[in-house]
C-alpha cells in the first residue's frame, strides 16, 4: 500500500481513543482557553492569599489586604475577558491603530512628573485614589492587535522585506525608548517577545530574523550593563556568593524555598518563605512560594498548564482561515508562555533576575486584568475555527456557549484580490404568479350517467367559436337531423 493511502486509510478510521475523540469536536479549543484561564486565576488568587497575608498583617493589620486588591482586579479581568468574547473581529481591526496611538499617548504622559507615579524605582504607573493603571501593559495588547492586523492586511506572496519592517519595527522602537525612559526592563523583555514572533509567524526570513535577535541581545546587554540596578542583578547571577546578603539575597531564598518543598510541598499555607524571608514573595517570585507549598508535584503542574496552554494557542493559529487571528493567537501564545517561562527561569536560577511576573499568578492588578483581556482574544478566535462556526451555527452551541449567551461569529471570507474583477448580477425580473385553475366538483357516486362539468362544456364552447365550425361534426349532426337513408330503412341496426 502505498503512503498517501495508508494516510487517507488513518484519517479515514477517526480517532481511536477517547481523548482523540474529543480533541476533534469543533469547540475544544475554546473550552480549553476557558478552562487554562479560570485554573490559573484561582490558583492565583489562592497563591497570593498564602504568600501576602504574613506582609498584609503587618502592614495593614488585615490578612486579607493584598488578596481583596487581587480579587477586585481579578474579577474586573473576568469581565473584560467576557468583553472581548463579544468583539468581532471586524471591530477589533477597525480600532486596533487608535488603541495603539492612545496607548503610545499615555507613555509619553506617564513620564511627566505629577503626571506619573514612582514606584520601586519606576515612573509607570497613573494612580487615582485607590486604583493604579500601568500604561506599558496596555500598550503590549495594542501593538500586538494592530501588528497582527497590519501584517495580515499585507501579507501575500510576493510581499517585500520593506512591507514586513516598515512600519513596525520603528514603532516598536518609539515604545521601547518610552518604557526604558521608565525604566522598566521586564516590560521591554515581553515587547521584545511580542515583536519576535509577530515577525517570526509573518514569515520574515530567517537570516534577517537571526540579524533582528542578534541585534536585540546586543541592545539587552547594553541595557543590563549601563544601568547601575540591571547590573547588580546580572553579577549577582554569574556569582550569586559575592553578595549573599544584598543583591543576590532574594534569589538565594527563592532557592530555598524552592528545596524545602521537596515532592509534595510543606501544605499550602504552611510556607515559612513569606514571612520575611524572600522579598516580593506575593509577586516576582511566587513560583517559589507555590513550590514550597505544593512541592514538586504543584510547581509542575502549573508548568503543564502553561505547556497545554502553548498547545491549544498553536492549534487555534493552525486550523484558523482568517490571517489576522492566526498571527494575533500565535503572538499572544509566545508572549504569555514566554513570559511564564521567564518568570519561572530566573526563580529556579537559570536566569538573570528581569521582574517579570507569573501570569495570572503573581500579585498585580493591570498585569492580571490585560493577561485575561489577553485570554479573552484568544478564546474568541477559538469560536472563529471554520469547524466551531459552521457548529455555532447548526446549533451545536454547547453549554458555556449558551450559558454565556455568546453571538455566533461570522465566517471569514477571503478579501478580493487587486485588480480582480468584479462580478455583478444583473437583477432579476419578478415571475408573475401562476393561474390558479378552479378545481372541479367531486364525481358523484354510484352506478348512474355521469355528467360532465360545466366549465369543461365551456371550454369546448369557446373553442368551437375560435377554431371555426368543424365539417365532419356538422355533416354527422345533418345526418342525424333527416333521419335514415331510404336504403337503410327496414334494416336492423
Not at 519606576?122 to 501593559?137: C, H, K, Y
Not at 415571475?431 to 369543461?456: C, F, L, Q, S
Amino acid at each position: 500500500m502505498r503512503p498517501e493511502t495508508e494516510r487517507t486509510a488513518k484519517s479515514d478510521r477517526g480517532p481511536r481513543t477517547r481523548i482523540g475523540a474529543w480533541l476533534a469536536r469543533p469547540l475544544t479549543s475554546f473550552h480549553l482557553v476557558v478552562t487554562i484561564a479560570t485554573l490559573l486565576t484561582v490558583l492565583g488568587l489562592v497563591m497570593v492569599l498564602s504568600s501576602s497575608s504574613v506582609e498584609s498583617v503587618a502592614a495593614d493589620g488585615s490578612a486579607y489586604g493584598k488578596f481583596v486588591s487581587q480579587l477586585i482586579f481579578a474579577t474586573l479581568g473576568l469581565v473584560i475577558f467576557y468583553v472581548a468574547l463579544l468583539i468581532p473581529v471586524r471591530v477589533m481591526r477597525r480600532w486596533a491603530l487608535p488603541a495603539f496611538g492612545v496607548t503610545v499617548v499615555m507613555l509619553v504622559l506617564v513620564l511627566i512628573p505629577g503626571i506619573g507615579t514612582m514606584s520601586q524605582g519606576t515612573r509607570g504607573w497613573f494612580v487615582i485614589g485607590p486604583i493604579s493603571l500601568q500604561p506599558s501593559e496596555l500598550a503590549k495588547i495594542a501593538f500586538a492587535v494592530w501588528g497582527a492586523h497590519l501584517l495580515a492586511t499585507r501579507r501575500r506572496e510576493t510581499q517585500s522585506l520593506k512591507e514586513l519592517l516598515i512600519p513596525l519595527v520603528p514603532a516598536a522602537l518609539i515604545v521601547f525608548v518610552l518604557i526604558v525612559l521608565q525604566p522598566d526592563l521586564g516590560t521591554t523583555i515581553s515587547l521584545a517577545i511580542i515583536l519576535l514572533a509577530l515577525l517570526w509567524f509573518a514569515g520574515l526570513p530567517l537570516k534577517v530574523f537571526v540579524g533582528i535577535l542578534g541585534a536585540g541581545v546586543v541592545a539587552a546587554v547594553t541595557l543590563a550593563l549601563t544601568a547601575g540596578y540591571r547590573s547588580a542583578r546580572v553579577q549577582a547571577f554569574f556569582d550569586p556568593a559575592a553578595d549573599p546578603q544584598g543583591i543576590g539575597y532574594q534569589a538565594r531564598q527563592a532557592k530555598y524555598a524552592l528545596a524545602d518543598g521537596s515532592l509534595f510541598g510543606e501544605g499550602l499555607g504552611q510556607s515559612r518563605a513569606k514571612w520575611s524571608y524572600l522579598p516580593n514573595a506575593h509577586n516576582d517570585f511566587i513560583f517559589a512560594i507555590i513550590g514550597e507549598e505544593l512541592g514538586f508535584l504543584g510547581a509542575g503542574a502549573v508548568i503543564g498548564l502553561f505547556g497545554l496552554f502553548v498547545y491549544t494557542g498553536l492549534r487555534i493559529a493552525r486550523r484558523s482561515s482568517d490571517p489576522f487571528l492566526q498571527l494575533l493567537t500565535a503572538t499572544a501564545t509566545a508572549w504569555i508562555t514566554g513570559q511564564a517561562f521567564i518568570n519561572i527561569g530566573y526563580v529556579v536560577g537559570i536566569l538573570p533576575v528581569t521582574g517579570l511576573q507569573l501570569p495570572l499568578v503573581s500579585a498585580g492588578g493591570t498585569s492580571t486584568a490585560t493577561t485575561l483581556l489577553m485570554f479573552g482574544l484568544v478564546a474568541n478566535a477559538a469560536r472563529h475555527e471554520p469547524e466551531a462556526v459552521a457548529a455555532l451555527h447548526s446549533g451545536q452551541d454547547g453549554r458555556v456557549s449558551r450559558l454565556l449567551r455568546l453571538p455566533r461569529p461570522a465566517a471569514y471570507i477571503p478579501p478580493r484580490p487587486p485588480g480582480a474583477a468584479v462580478v455583478r448580477r444583473a437583477p432579476r425580473e419578478p415571475v408573475p404568479p401562476a393561474r390558479r385553475e378552479r378545481p372541479r366538483p367531486p364525481e358523484p357516486r354510484g352506478d348512474g350517467p355521469r355528467r360532465r362539468p360545466r366549465d369543461v362544456d365551456r371550454r369546448e364552447d369557446d373553442n368551437r367559436v375560435r377554431r371555426g365550425p368543424n365539417p365532419a361534426t356538422e355533416r354527422g349532426r345533418a345526418a342525424r337531423s333527416r333521419g335514415p337513408r331510404p336504403e337503410e330503412r327496414g334494416m336492423r341496426r
